[in-house]
């Protein structure tokens, strides 16, 4: 699988289902996928962090509690142990039972799907460089020709530079929640192709300054067909979804 990571994408969909289709589905897992292909996503995004033997699974919070009937650090707890736990009775009766997947279990149900998907690394704290070294490497090894080529994302300006030593050829985003004025100083330093930005927090000026670098922008998480309109006329080319049925 090879890209040049820093050239603008043609394949990737106006509407990605954010952590699956999470407001229909536990986020980040198996089900949840398969709810987004349901509801007419082509593409999904979800979270990998490390397990304490460093498997990579699919969970977005630094503590298990939220999202699972667990307790404590994810980086805390062996793959085994976290294997045991429910990830889906939180969200719906019907759900109980549900694993956290592994990330090879993940890209195996993605390919029966055929869906394409954007990796977010998403450390536990203090882990950010052996997560997008690990990430990385398995994204590059286990990604099937048959799916549109693997976006690996971050808010963790390490974990995308470990990443981008390990699989340079795996394409890169830069994730921000508040977007810095050296901005494109660390696009260009990490080779990214894209900025993932927040829609409360993208500015007019800010989507200006984007189009004039020539810099694609997709937006997370628009739940609202109307900002979804207001976004593209603003010039995004990818809005996150927890509803993809609404833009499908």
């Given at each position: 699988m090879t890209s040049n990571s820093t050239a603008p994408r043609t394949d990737v969909p106006r509407m990605i289902?954010?952590?699956?289709?999470?407001?229909?589905?536990?986020?980040?897992?198996?089900?949840?996928?398969?709810?987004?292909?349901?509801?007419?996503?082509?593409?999904?995004?979800?979270?990998?962090?490390?397990?304490?033997?460093?498997?990579?699974?699919?969970?977005?919070?630094?503590?298990?509690?939220?999202?699972?009937?667990?307790?404590?650090?994810?980086?805390?707890?062996?793959?085994?142990?976290?294997?045991?736990?429910?990830?889906?009775?939180?969200?719906?009766?019907?759900?109980?039972?549900?694993?956290?997947?592994?990330?090879?279990?993940?890209i195996a149900e993605?390919?029966?799907?055929?869906?394409?998907?954007?990796?977010?690394?998403?450390?536990?704290?203090?882990?950010?460089?052996?997560?997008?070294?690990?990430?990385?490497a398995q994204t590059a090894q286990l990604w099937p020709a048959s799916l549109p080529p693997a976006l690996l994302s971050s808010f963790s300006l390490d974990a995308l530079e470990e990443a981008m030593k390990i699989a340079p050829q795996v394409d890169r985003a830069i994730l921000w929640w508040n977007i810095p004025e050296d901005w494109h100083d660390h696009h260009m330093r990490l080779g990214a192709s894209a900025a993932h930005v927040s829609a409360k927090k993208l500015s007019d000026r800010q989507a200006a300054a984007f189009r004039d670098a020539g810099v694609p922008f997709r937006v997370y998480t628009v739940n609202d067909p109307a900002d979804a309109e207001r976004l593209f006329a603003l010039g995004c080319e990818t809005i996150f979804t927890d509803y993809p049925d609404r833009f499908a």
């Open positions: 289902g954010h952590r699956g289709a999470a407001a229909h589905a536990p986020e980040n897992t198996i089900p949840g996928l398969k709810k987004a292909k349901e509801l007419g996503a082509r593409w999904v995004e979800f979270d990998c962090m490390l397990s304490m033997d460093e498997v990579v699974v699919l969970h977005h919070d630094d503590t298990l509690d939220r999202t699972t009937n667990g307790t404590g650090l994810v980086s805390e707890k062996s793959f085994v142990e976290l294997r045991r736990l429910d990830a889906g009775a939180w969200f719906g009766p019907e759900f109980k039972g549900t694993a956290i997947p592994s990330f090879d279990q993940t993605l390919t029966s799907l055929g869906l394409g998907a954007n990796v977010e690394i998403k450390p536990v704290t203090g882990h950010e460089r052996r997560t997008g070294q690990v990430v990385a």
